[in-house]
């Protein structure tokens, strides 16, 4: 068989266990403190342990399953306290149905016992599991979206410490069950997609070099949508949005397509708005009162779709506004159908509401912003300029409707959706209150039709 099709006959097997958005139940056995113990400071400590769960009401076991730590920051025991885990099945195994052409799998843990709205201080991640249910709703909710992302599936887990340490909480002697969820591999993933392998960070220089404007515009609108600020893709030669040299590619793979193009596939979202309800860090970037609602989850999607502005031309912006309206009605009709917690739903629904209020009008998306280049900030009409050490403010910056006119200037909030003030660079009057502008340097025409 040409190997081609024998690509395509493996991401439709791999698929099987993405079938269905119905939890499943498994039971994972291993020398779980072993693994956290070592694992942490070693990327490539494993432990071996045994996989089980019923399928067509026969018990199967797989032992010899290789089990290794996932995850970035979740590695870290101030973060989980029982990390992701990836797990591999040992080569001469006989796959069953539910894994077939399956060399392993992918699990979100419950990652800890905090309360319901206990999230990390450093990185705002919401160590219970309500998180797993709550990020597999995510990536079903990309899926109805028609936005290419990694598949998920919720389960139920019971764990078995094979090395019980006594008095612990909560107690190892006893099986721990908890909720999670099984993720796609992402090489399966970029067959599934029908792509021929994944280009690295080493490898990708920018999108506007490498991915259609269509794919930019899905992916910062997609990423909007779930209040997801955990990713980076560099855009252009000289962005430094969010990224660094190091890492053109955070959160995001970039699939190689036969026909020379690259496209991005989006994962990890456990820390999004929609997962943990809220972010830790917001008033270090933003502020409330940039808008009338005072809500977070409304000025965090106006700061990333407005950022698009910055990205696409208006023809773009529109296509991609256009796609995401259309399917609307699905979107809630996904979120109505989940089987989520309440809060977990009341976040998602915050999240899509203040979404669509973002890009369904001209109105409500083409903002005023800054379009003149050099443009300063200043305590008052006659006073001197603030954050003189940041410069000027971008282009494409976003400001509220006049508060006051004097002369040739206004007062006006300003939101950083470029993150060009957010820590270490840090520039308080962003964020404390009204500034003021030269009027002329305002516009609501841009990008220029």
């Not at 942490?40 to 071996?48: E, H, L, T």
């Not at 195994?93 to 399956?102: I, S, T, V």
């Not at 309440?342 to 999240?351: E, F, I, L």
């Amino acid at each position: 068989m040409p190997v081609r099709l024998l690509l395509i006959a493996a991401a439709a097997a791999s698929s099987a266990l993405f079938s269905s958005y119905d939890a499943v139940t498994l039971q994972l056995k291993a020398p779980f403190n072993q693994l956290f113990d070592r694992a942490r400071d070693d990327d490539d400590f494993k432990v071996v342990g045994s996989l089980s769960y019923s399928e067509g009401g026969q018990p199967v076991t797989i032992d010899g399953v290789q089990i290794s730590l996932r995850g970035h920051t979740s590695r870290r025991e101030s973060e989980c306290a029982f990390p992701k885990l990836k797990l591999e099945f040992p080569r001469d195994h006989k796959p069953r149905p539910l894994f077939a052409g399956m060399n392993g799998i992918k699990i979100g843990t419950h990652c800890g016992e905090a309360s319901e709205d206990g999230v990390t201080v450093k990185y705002g991640r919401l160590p219970n599991e309500l998180s797993p249910r709550r990020e597999a709703f995510v990536y079903r909710l990309l899926e109805t979206l028609g936005v290419p992302a990694l598949k998920a599936r919720p389960a139920r887990i019971t764990y078995v410490y094979a090395d019980a340490r006594p008095g612990q909480s909560p107690p190892q002697e006893q099986p721990i069950v908890s909720h999670a969820m099984l993720l796609e591999g992402t090489e399966a993933a970029i067959e599934r997609m029908g792509g021929h392998g994944e280009i690295d960070e080493k490898t990708f220089t920018n999108a506007r070099a490498q991915f259609s404007p269509a794919d930019t515009g899905r992916l910062v609108f997609a990423e909007a949508l779930i209040g997801n600020f955990d990713w980076c893709v560099k855009m252009t030669p000289d962005d430094t949005y969010r990224c660094d040299a190091r890492h053109p590619l955070w959160n995001v793979a970039a699939a190689a397509t036969p026909d020379g193009r690259t496209r991005p596939l989006m994962y990890d979202f456990d820390v999004s708005g929609m997962v943990t309800g809220r972010h830790p860090w917001f008033t270090d970037v933003f502020s409330d009162a940039f808008v009338p609602s005072k809500s977070q989850a409304d000025v965090e999607a106006l700061a990333q779709v407005q950022r698009a502005r910055s990205l696409l031309t208006r023809d773009e912006l529109n296509a991609t506004r256009a796609q995401f309206v259309k399917r609307k009605a699905d979107a809630y009709r996904t979120l109505e159908a989940a089987d989520l917690d309440p809060a977990g739903k009341q976040h998602a629904k915050r999240y899509l509401d203040s979404f669509y209020q973002a890009i369904e009008s001209d109105e409500a998306f083409y903002r005023p912003v800054v379009a003149t280049a050099g443009t300063k900030m200043y305590a008052n009409p006659n006073g001197a300029a603030v954050c003189t050490s940041d410069g000027a403010i971008p282009v494409g910056t976003p400001v509220s409707e006049a508060l006051k006119t004097d002369g040739a200037f206004v007062q006006v909030m300003v939101l950083d959706a470029l993150w060009h003030w957010a820590p270490p660079a840090k520039c308080p009057a962003v964020r404390q209150g009204p500034v003021w502008i030269e009027a002329a340097a305002i516009s609501k025409d841009f990008p220029k039709k």
